[in-house]
């Protein structure tokens, strides 16, 4: 009698997405989804969408969901969980929603320390729209609004969203997974399992900014978006752990005063 | 309860509570910041939450999250505060989500100033969001009024699944004048349970999403008609106004809302003693707008005064209500400026003895 | 023994499996199913390891696995 | 009957608690009462002022244009409400901070030294209290009594405040009072 | 220059182009991605700057600053960007800054759809943003007229020193026709010099000064009057619309703007056939409306059909234009559903032969 | 014959401003004044005035000026430097403005390198609506919108901009300066100094945090305060220079891989 | 007098392309012209359509209800469009990719092997010109010459791709106008 | 010799130029100006050692110094 030791979560509604070929949104989403069967939180989820190719993750996940409008998810998460802090909530958003139009919301969520989830999908492009430069764009990476590849003296350097947050010092889960590969795959689960359990125990905020592909965009197949990634992604974004709840102050501190320690005024 | 003496702001903020609202998601702005300081100490005291969002923007997106939960919310603010919330009305509206926005005006356009003005009225009443929404629009002109429409909201909000705008000016929000909150008040509308809010999908009920997105045209064209349907619920439902005068036989009708209105009362009473004979209809819902009290009002009388702390907005709304069969005229004061019993007086006056010109279009 | 099951018609044929098949005994059909794609499939079970990178690497959920027997997984998932 | 007043000085006079006291005990009376303050430009500091209705048809507008009381507890002040005082009204100055003359000669005027009567009485912080016990006694407005009980409530934990406002009260009352009975 | 096959919202930003604009500050949303693409990488060429804001609120406030400083300068958005620009349009109004905004409108509420529609024409003509402005508002019905309004934009923005908005739906955004960019264009309005930009106060001369902010509300009051006197002189100079076959007789007159008058323009020809008599007036400017041509036009009509793409916004500009003189009749689609010419003869039909309900309010 | 060593720097008006007895808006006024007048840039120099209790700096400043609209200050100021480079262009902004309603616009124009120069005035507090939370108040002080003082737990711990900005990548001048003692304000006027010429060599964007005192709606008088500031303020906001336009790379790297430095990928 | 057609197929098969060729051929020789692309959900992937309008007056409506012409380059395209195509308009089949038979029997019908035409001519990606040949041989919505010097601008790099094309274009059109000549 | 001059007219009265004199020779009127404040006067300009920490000090550009013949800085400003 066979044992099924691999199958779609329960927390994927069982449908066919409109992403892509290749397009790792999905591996992203079944992750997500994994990690929310494993903790057992289907039931009491509720997800963020946001305005990006993603849009569409409320038919998605087989979770209660809000679609919020474009960047201001965390604060959608944020009336959410204050109005239901019984609630598991966790907002799932690309890099133009994140880092550019939402730059303020996802700031202050987390400096607020709100017991939220954001799953940050970094592909460096803009794609429900249609390729255009998104704050992460690599230098010199072509886009539909930098024809010429993105200029650093004029559209300045891709953000970092991850150092960026972590450098708050309201406590916080923040890492930085990447899925282009089943094993960095595997990486990613773990990380973001790290940070579902931190809200299910009440600890602190946690955002996981996981490195995707965006094949139609990049305007390279499937099979080679992974290489590219992995080529001009990985040195720039590079993967792993931020800051810990319990964790030293990321904050650099004044120059020649070396990096300020978690002995740092409390 | 006993009858208290609080200042506009604060009842707004106290009649939230009694309505059962326990989540407050606002940005200071003058002249309502009371609003949100009434809140940050009293929520806590009924285990409420207060959070102070890093902007208009945040806080209405916050408003979505809260009651798109399912739960009593508001957020307040003065229009460049309600500008930025524009684009979240509209996705509020889109979705369907209860909820109270209330809005102090100030004097603009731009940053303008800080004193009292009602220079937001097509905004709140047309719509300066995107897309074809309504939003049900109730303007105090007192404070017990005030408390009192402010627990309305709510459950009309409940009530058609739709966002409530009370809109007020600086001196609703800044004045003190006694207030009462009845006790075992009941709601003003059944209030339908909240069993489409996003609250976990519990024992394997189906999904439930809060959204405004229908990318098939059909779909999308559906939605709006079922909320033109709601709307047209309110218009036949909802429309409130309070007519001063209109039993008696009178040669003006003037029509003003909130503050003003109490303005053209004196001037009409003073106006009494002289002989000169003036009536007055004040719409309490903006949106539904009393067309028809105004309409059968006007009958009486041989023209028709509107009084605004703005250029003239609610102005058109008269004119489409009477559609040319009485005389219009308008007058208004901005920037802050008040207008006076004096000066309203003065304008009936005229406009009794013929010596004004009417509003015309092009 | 593990058993791969994919579904042609969840199948974009992104070719990811492919890639990430360390036995190397997964391809694409030749024909394509209702939506257009050509579509992946096992070409050989009976070298397939049970690694499951196919599974995770899918973007589609196209590909589950069953296991017939018992079987030892190289990292926990 | 109607009474209304604009009182108005420098920010620290405690002009607004005597306005908002006074607006209290009119409600209390039964009466209906609206308090109203200026705000001004979003920033601190400068003078201040609020008007005061007190009727017993429900106030029409809070806003009045010619009231028929002003008190000035300093000269800007004076200079800029002198003039709105409908003929007849009652102008009520303080005496202690300003020292011209008022130039309207159709209204009833009450000088009040009450800073000077507040400093007598040790309590230089009741010239408010000084100012507002005068207008009541010259107007009747509210019962004496009824403010009493209020300065009992308000500073109920502080026994010597209160007995303090309540003498301060009382001057500022007979002061007022004469005026009304025409005494010079 | 010779006839070129172009998309709108390229015609768009190349007309920008010829009209001397050399900075453009935006943020991608469909459909009207094509503007800012085509201006990043065709400003470059002529020595001009495109800068990919965060946000639409950074756009319209980074257009405050270029606009400030004297420069021609646009931005353009669809329906939810537009509505997060209100508080900055406000302030563009408030402070007198020349400068035009693109709205390629799509469905709503909310997110919506992407596909094209009317639905914010209350917001672009009422003023969606807070206090008393107005913007002026071009409607063009093809490529052509949007690469001719847009150029005309600019130098009606610089002579009223008020931003101008650019009214298309997603047709307007999304198709392609000829367009031609006649040379040596002169400016449609005589342009008076910048000397109120903040660039600088060389040479002694006193600060200039870009601002909206007026504590003082006589000030405040004044200033609102002066605005509205600069509207006023655009009411009596600026309003333009297009008539056809209004010399003829006809039973109904059909008002309607952008694609959709096209539409409609189809409709009427093929009634023609049948002997069904329609003409049409097409309001150009939005506001300032025609009340006038609209008033006059009806005169000899039986009745009016009212047709948009939305649940029914200028058709209230309409029923002030006739204020109850005609039957106002109104026919509109919604959710990126477009009218058809069928569908609309139908309407005329109807009405033509009294089968058809009026619009009424309240 | 006396020689005047110190007076009104040309750069500010003759005019007596609206502040409030101490505070210290107008010694930061008269810094920014006198480092114009010193490198010679008032009749090209455009300032932007925020919405705040600086809100009339307009009137202040011997320059033009632009009044902004509520923490987009940075986003005027790149359309101002964007249409005409050759203009020099400071913006001025309170805490609320800048850390609060602004924090998308100040981060992406720090990170777009807009080669201007922002006045960042930190007072704990808003000053101009009377006293509510900022982002940067200090834990446990009393404002009217958290009259029990602020809870960390509820409203997270302060921004700190100064660190926060630091860790972009794009190349820039950062640094906190403070001016409740003389001597401190000499400092930062030479940061203020620095900021501006750095504008005009047209080198990088400069961020100057200065830390300032708020008498009124802390309700301390204004000898108290500058104590005030420097026992609570202080500790949590160093002093010092977080970033220099050829210096290392600020942001910090994953955990257990030590800080990133400049070595970092380019 | 006015052409109006409907193009539809797969995302690869260049039916925007031929659209615009077909509106461009079509403002060369004068006329009025429009072309208004499908622009579906803001993602991809997925057919995609056109509706080019060539007319001797101004064009009214660029959307076309009951279009004059359909040219189906796959299935989905035929089963969405063949309904709204009006009496007696042209159905134009690509019969490589399309095996069932239209249900319409109230149009012309014309079915054009473009694929298989094309991978005969070794131009595999040639379908499109082969089937937008087969439409103005049928129809004569614009001439044959106008679109020849079109392909030779728009190619002019690659001359290869020129001749491949002309070829492609030349065979189709000799296939509608058999049929205009009511050749079997 | 350093001469300082204070305007009293724009003086608020905050108090830190009187806190900043290390020579502790500032002190406050007893008087108010027009705007009723007590402002700031110079007790013993004589013993005036010209740090300018009052000027520098002073939000309000209240403070003015002058110089009779030369005087040295103990830091540049
Ligand atoms: C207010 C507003 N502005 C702009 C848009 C248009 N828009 C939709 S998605 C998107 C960005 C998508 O990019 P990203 O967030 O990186 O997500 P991705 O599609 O790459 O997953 C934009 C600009 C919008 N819908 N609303
Ligand atoms: C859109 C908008 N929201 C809110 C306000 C109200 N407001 C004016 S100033 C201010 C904050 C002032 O604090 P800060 O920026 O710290 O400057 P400070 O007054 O302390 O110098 C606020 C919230 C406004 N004018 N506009
Ligand atoms: S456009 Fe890019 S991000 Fe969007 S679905 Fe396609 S591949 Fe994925
Ligand atoms: S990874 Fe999934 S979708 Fe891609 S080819 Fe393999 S089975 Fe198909
Ligand atoms: S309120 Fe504070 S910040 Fe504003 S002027 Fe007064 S002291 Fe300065
Ligand atoms: S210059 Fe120095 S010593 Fe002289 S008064 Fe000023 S602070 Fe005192």
Not at chain 1, 233 to 256: C, I, N, Q, S, V
Not at chain 2, 118 to 147: I, N
Not at chain 4, 117 to 138: C, F
Not at chain 4, 157 to 174: C, M, Q, T
């Amino acid at each position: 009698m066979a044992e099924t030791v691999f199958r779609r979560p329960e927390a994927l509604a069982d449908v066919t997405t409109h992403y892509c070929p290749g397009c790792t949104h999905g591996v992203i989403h079944r992750l997500v989804g994994e990690v929310i069967d494993e903790l057992g939180l289907r039931e009491r989820t509720v997800g963020i969408a946001p305005v990006g190719c993603s849009v569409l993750a409320y038919n998605y996940f087989a979770t209660d969901f809000h679609e919020a409008s474009h960047g201001r998810a965390p604060a959608v998460a944020t009336g959410v969980k204050r109005a239901r802090p019984d609630l598991i909530v966790f907002s799932y958003q690309g890099d133009g929603d994140l880092a550019s139009i939402g730059m303020a919301e996802i700031i202050h969520c987390a400096n607020r320390g709100e017991k939220v989830t954001v799953v940050f999908v970094n592909n460096a492009i803009y794609g429900m729209t249609g390729g255009q430069m998104a704050p992460t764009t690599m230098p010199g990476q072509v886009a539909t609004t930098c024809p010429l590849g993105r200029d650093v003296n004029l559209a300045g350097w891709p953000i970092r969203v991850a150092e960026l947050v972590s450098t708050l010092k309201t406590p916080a889960y923040v890492a930085r997974a990447s899925v282009h590969s089943p094993l960095h795959a595997v990486a990613a689960k773990e990380m973001l399992r790290t940070a579902f359990r931190y809200q299910k125990e009440n600890v602190c905020f946690s955002l996981v900014e996981i490195l995707s592909t965006c094949p139609t965009n990049w305007g390279i197949p499937p099979a080679e978006s992974t290489a590219w990634l992995e080529k001009n992604m990985l040195p720039y974004y590079p993967l792993g752990t931020f800051k810990t709840p319990g964790g030293e102050d990321r904050a650099p501190g004044p120059l020649g005063r070396g990096r300020r320690g978690s002995g740092h005024a409390e | 309860m006993a009858k208290k003496l609080m200042k506009g702001s604060e009842a707004i903020g106290e009649a939230a509570i009694q309505a059962g609202c326990r989540l407050f998601f606002g940005y200071p702005i003058t002249p309502q910041n009371e609003i949100p300081e009434y809140m940050s100490h009293r929520l806590p005291q009924v285990g409420g939450t207060f959070v102070q969002a890093e902007s208009e923007v945040a806080a209405s997106n916050m408003l979505y999250g809260a009651a798109g939960s399912g739960e009593r919310v508001f957020t307040s603010s003065s229009s460049p505060g309600i500008s930025l919330m524009q684009e979240a009305i509209s996705y509020l509206a889109g979705s369907e989500l209860p909820c109270v926005v209330v809005n102090i005006m100030r004097a603009g356009p731009g940053l303008g100033g800080i004193l009292p003005s009602q220079s937001d009225y097509f905004q709140a009443t047309k719509g300066g969001g995107h897309g074809d929404y309504r939003l049900l629009v109730l303007a105090p002109w007192s404070v017990q009024e005030a408390a009192d429409l402010v627990q309305d909201a709510f459950d009309l909000a409940d009530y058609y699944r739709n966002p409530v705008l009370v809109l007020g000016d600086g001196l609703i929000g800044q004045m003190m004048e006694p207030v009462e909150f009845r006790t075992g008040r009941v709601p003003c509308k059944p209030l339908p349970p909240k069993d489409w809010a996003a609250t976990g999908c519990k024992g394997g009920r189906a999904t439930n999403i809060i959204n405004s997105l229908f990318l098939d045209p059909q779909v999308l064209e559906h939605h709006n008609q079922k909320l033109q349907a709601k709307y047209a619920a309110m218009v036949r439902d909802e429309v409130r106004c309070v007519e001063y005068g209109t039993e008696a036989d009178y040669d003006v009708l003037v029509v003003a809302y909130g503050t003003v209105a109490r303005v053209c009362s004196t001037a009409i009473e003073d106006l009494g003693a002289e002989g000169v004979k003036a009536a007055m209809v004040r719409p309490v819902t903006l949106f539904p707008f009393p067309y028809e009290q105004v309409r059968r009002a006007a009958q009486k009388a041989k023209a028709v005064l509107v009084v605004e702390l703005s250029t003239g907005q609610m102005v058109e709304d008269v004119q489409l209500a009477l559609l040319g069969t009485r005389p219009v005229h308008f007058f208004g004061r901005q920037g802050g400026m008040l207008a006076t019993p004096e000066e309203v007086a003065e304008q009936i006056r005229a406009i009794a003895a013929g010596r004004s010109g009417e509003v015309a279009h092009g | 023994m593990p058993q791969i099951v994919i579904n042609p018609e969840r199948c974009k044929g992104c070719e990811l499996c492919v890639q990430a098949c360390p036995q190397k005994i997964l391809g694409m059909a030749r024909d394509i199913n209702s939506k257009g794609y050509f579509y992946a499939r096992m070409q050989e079970q009976k070298r397939c390891i049970g690694c499951r990178l196919c599974c995770i690497t899918c973007p589609d959920v196209a590909i589950e696995m069953h296991v017939h027997g018992t079987l030892y997984h190289y990292f926990a998932y | 009957m109607q009474n209304d007043v604009i009182m108005a000085g420098f920010g620290g006079q405690g002009i607004l608690l005597i306005g908002k006291m006074l607006a209290y005990a009119g409600m209390h009376q039964g009466k209906e009462v609206s308090w109203l303050p200026s705000y001004g430009p979003e920033m601190r500091g400068g003078t201040c002022n609020c008007t005061v209705v007190i009727s017993d048809r429900p106030v029409g507008s809070p806003v009045i244009q010619s009231p028929r009381a002003v008190l000035a507890m300093n000269l800007p002040s004076l200079e800029k409400f002198e003039p709105m005082l409908r003929p007849g009204g009652l102008l009520l100055v303080n005496s202690s901070l300003i020292n011209r003359e008022p130039s309207r000669n159709d209204v009833r005027v009450l000088k009040v030294p009450a800073n000077d009567v507040a400093n007598e009485l040790k309590n230089p912080k009741g010239a408010n209290m000084v100012a507002l016990g005068a207008y009541i006694g010259a107007t009747d407005a509210v019962a004496l009594e009824e403010l009493e009980s209020l300065i009992r409530d308000t500073f109920a934990s502080k026994p010597k405040v209160i007995e303090a406002n309540l003498v301060a009260l009382k001057r500022g009352y007979d002061l007022g009072a004469e005026m009304k009975e025409g005494k010079p």
